[in-house]
C-alpha cells in the first residue's frame, strides 16, 4: 500500500508540474499563445517579454511553489506514515515536477515530422522551489546568486543554470556537516542535468557570444544602437 501510495504521489508531482501558468497567464492577459512568441517556452523569462513583469514575475512565483508544494507534500504523507519514510521521496517529487514544468504533458503537439513532442519551460523557476522545499534558507542563497547572473552578468540563461549548481554546493555542505540526508546532493545534480538539456540553444548562443542579454546589458545596447 505504501509503494502504490508513492507511486501516486511521483505521478501527482509530474502532472502538478505540468500545468503551465505561464501559458495560461499570458493567454489571460494578452490573448495570445506563449508557445509562440520569442522563445516559445512557458517559463517567467519569456512571459515577461510577452505580457509584462508583473505577469513574469507570478508565473516564476506559481513555478517555483509548485515545486515546494511537492516537497511538503511528499513529508506530509511520510508523517503520516502513507509513504515509506525514504529521502528519495522528498528528492523525487520536486524533480518530477521540474521534469512536467519543462515537458508538460498539456501541453503535448506533433512537431513537422509528425513526432510526438512535449513543450514546456527550462525549468529555473521549478528548480529553485525544489530546493527551497527540501531546505527554505537555501532560497535566500539561490535568489540573488541567479539574480546576479540575471541583472548583473545580463545572461537569464546562466542565472537558471545557476540554480543547479548552488543547489549541488548547499545540500554537499550540509550532508558533509550531516545536517541534510546525501540523497538531497542528486536533487541538484538532477535538475542540472534537466537544466543543460533545456538550454542547449542558449548555451551553444553564450558560448557563440549571441546570446541575448537583459537587465543593464540590454538597455546599453538599446541605447547605443539608436
Do not use: C
Not at 6 to 16: E, K, P, T
Not at 185 to 203: C, D, K, Q, S, T
Amino acid at each position: 500500500m505504501e509503494l502504490l501510495a508513492a507511486l501516486g504521489l511521483l505521478i501527482f508531482s509530474y502532472i502538478l508540474g505540468s500545468i503551465p501558468f505561464g501559458l495560461l497567464i499570458v493567454r489571460l492577459k494578452t490573448g495570445k499563445d506563449i508557445r509562440q512568441i520569442e522563445s516559445g517556452r512557458t517559463g517567467g523569462t519569456n512571459v515577461m517579454r510577452a505580457a509584462g513583469t508583473i505577469a513574469g514575475v507570478t508565473t516564476a512565483m506559481l513555478d517555483l511553489i509548485k515545486s515546494a508544494v511537492a516537497v511538503w507534500l511528499a513529508r506530509y504523507l511520510i508523517a503520516l506514515s502513507i509513504v515509506p519514510n525514504n529521502a528519495w521521496l522528498e528528492v523525487l517529487p520536486p524533480f518530477l515536477v521540474v521534469l512536467g514544468h519543462n515537458y508538460s504533458i498539456f501541453l503535448a503537439e506533433r512537431n513537422e515530422n509528425g513526432r510526438l513532442t512535449l513543450r514546456g519551460g527550462a525549468g529555473g523557476a521549478s528548480s529553485a522551489g525544489g530546493a527551497l522545499g527540501l531546505w527554505p534558507p537555501s532560497f535566500l542563497i539561490i535568489l540573488p546568486v541567479g539574480l546576479f547572473f540575471l541583472f548583473g552578468v545580463g545572461y537569464a540563461s546562466l542565472g537558471t543554470l545557476s540554480v543547479g549548481i548552488v543547489s549541488i554546493l548547499i545540500f554537499a555542505i550540509r550532508a558533509w556537516q550531516g545536517l541534510s540526508p546525501w540523497q538531497y546532493i542528486f536533487y541538484g545534480v538532477f535538475i542540472e542535468i534537466l537544466l543543460i538539456w533545456a538550454l542547449r540553444p542558449n548555451i551553444k548562443r553564450l558560448l557563440n557570444g549571441t546570446e541575448r542579454v537583459v537587465g543593464w546589458r540590454a538597455r546599453r545596447t538599446k541605447t547605443n544602437s539608436s
